[in-house]
């Protein structure tokens, strides 16, 4: 999410990572439809669904699938923001991809080090180490360095009978606001390999950068399709490697969603809709014409697919959003390219402060809907579970507007201007060696009390 990705005017004490486009405000827009559909579709699942009421009827079927469009539309967004804002500066010499480094540090590493801060200090105190007697019986510990560096959903490692990168929800059904940082992980990884090929994508246009981009989008249908269709053999494959039925369906699963294997191509599609916006030939085509027809066809086309596959049960239901991802990629570039509807309501004020929000909407909505509405919610009718609801909806978006105007902004400048000054790399890298050894000690002791299921 990813991890979601801010086109905002320069911070002070940026270099080559300012920008060299004009701001556009309809992707603030729809970076918050994105964070919206996973609030929307994660609270509706913890709050008016309960764990103990299944999604049937077709109103809770789509809603409850909103998270999947969400997160395919963040990292469709991610690929064609950093292209637009780096395709200049990253790939060209050590100063411009270590400015991209440090923006994207800024971005990302801040408000996730404070979600996570407090979430570590809650498991600390769940395992006995704050009162001085540690039960021994969950390793806090071994996961910790990769989750710091961003690394734990890179490949499926299975630690202590359960995924690595959802290791710490295992704990305590209260502590389970890591689960959304799988995204992070995979933002990451896309920030490592981007300034592989930016120069290469640079350079692509025409029917050139359209074989790129239908090559991709192909790949990505067929890696989700074939997942999809195989999920039984994917899972007895899982169950013989891994030894357990729990880490098969684990893998499964990690394989059709959660991997950077089949993101990477929403990523790559999201990357050459920017290239095609930054080399545009003249607007005059069919397109260009009526723009407001073909951006209504277009979103009327992934409404369908999204909701027909969904609620006639289709096993590509689970998927259709990734399978999507080249439409929902074209939407985007839509929204830039042409003045439209769909454009003008995407820049709104409201929809725009929404998606400046967005990262601290995606990492705080835990915190709103389960651990504030579900259980205000629980024993209601229908009708009280949805007003409690609505209610954690509201919660949600003042909550996150005020964490970024008071927190996440103020940290992102910091550490932009102060980032080179302050010779952080050589800190930050030194606390996380430190840490990690740390960890593994700790980790070695947990193991050896003997405690520890598996």
């Known amino acids: ?31 918050f439809i994105a964070a919206f559909c996973v609030l929307a579709g994660h609270g509706y699942g913890y709050v008016v669904l ?4 299944p999604a049937t009827d077709p109103i809770s079927t789509l ?49 996730f080090l404070a979600v996570f801060a407090i979430e570590f200090i809650h498991m600390l105190w769940l395992e006995g180490y704050l009162s001085g007697a540690p039960l021994d019986d969950f390793d806090l510990f ?11 959903t890179w490949l499926f490692i299975p630690f202590d009978g359960h995924p690595l990168y959802e290791h710490y929800g295992w704990l305590s059904s209260d502590a389970q606001a890591t689960g959304a940082m799988w995204s992070l992980s995979v933002e990451a990884l896309f920030y490592l390999v981007y300034p592989l090929f930016s120069i290469w994508l640079v350079r692509r246009r025409g029917k050139s950068l359209l074989a790129f981009a239908g090559a991709v989008a192909a790949v ?16 007895a494959w899982g169950i013989w490697f891994y030894g357990t039925a729990s880490l098969g369906q684990s893998f499964a699963g990690w394989v059709v969603f959660y991997s950077p294997v089949g993101r990477f191509s929403e990523f790559l599609l999201g990357a050459a ?29 992934i409404a369908v697919w999204l909701i027909a596959t969904r609620l006639t049960g289709s096993p590509l239901g689970g998927v259709n959003a990734s399978i999507a991802a080249a439409a929902i990629s074209g939407f985007v570039l839509l929204a830039v390219l042409h003045r439209t509807w769909a454009s003008r309501l995407m820049s709104s004020r409201l929809l725009v402060k929404g998606g400046e929000a967005s990262y601290s909407l995606y990492l705080l909505h835990w915190y709103t809907m389960q651990v504030w509405a579900a259980p205000r919610a629980a024993g209601l009718g229908t009708l009280g579970r949805i007003a409690i609801y609505l209610a954690g909806i509201a919660l949600s978006l003042a909550l996150a507007r005020a ?13 932009r201007a102060h980032f080179r ?22 980790s070695l002791h947990t193991h050896a009390a003997g405690h520890i299921p598996h």
């Open 1 to 31: 999410m990813s991890a979601p990705v801010s086109l905002s005017t320069p911070e002070p004490g940026e270099r080559a990572v300012a920008l060299v486009h004009p701001h556009m405000r309809a992707l603030d827009g729809i970076r």
């Open 421 to 442: 000054p302050l010779r952080l790399h050589v800190v930050l890298g030194s606390l996380f060696v430190a840490t990690t050894l740390l960890c593994l000690v700790v």
């Open 273 to 301: 809709a920017a290239q095609y916006y930054l080399s545009r030939p003249v607007q005059n085509g069919v397109v260009a014409r009526w723009p407001n027809g073909w951006t209504s066809a277009l979103l009327a086309g």
């Open 403 to 415: 964490v970024y105007l008071l927190f996440e902004r103020p940290a992102l400048r910091w550490l």
């Open 142 to 152: 071994g996961p910790l360095p990769f989750f710091l560096s961003f690394t734990q």
């Open 63 to 111: 809603l409850v699938s909103l998270p999947g469009l969400g997160m395919t539309l963040f990292f469709v967004l991610s690929g064609f923001v950093i292209h637009y804002n780096y395709h200049r500066t990253v790939g060209i010499g050590s100063s411009g991809n270590g400015d991209f480094f440090i923006a994207r540090f800024s971005r990302l590493y801040p408000l």
């Open 50 to 53: 309960q764990p103990s009421i």
């Open 220 to 235: 990505g249908i067929a890696y989700y399709a074939w997942g999809i269709y195989h999920v039984g053999a994917i899972q």
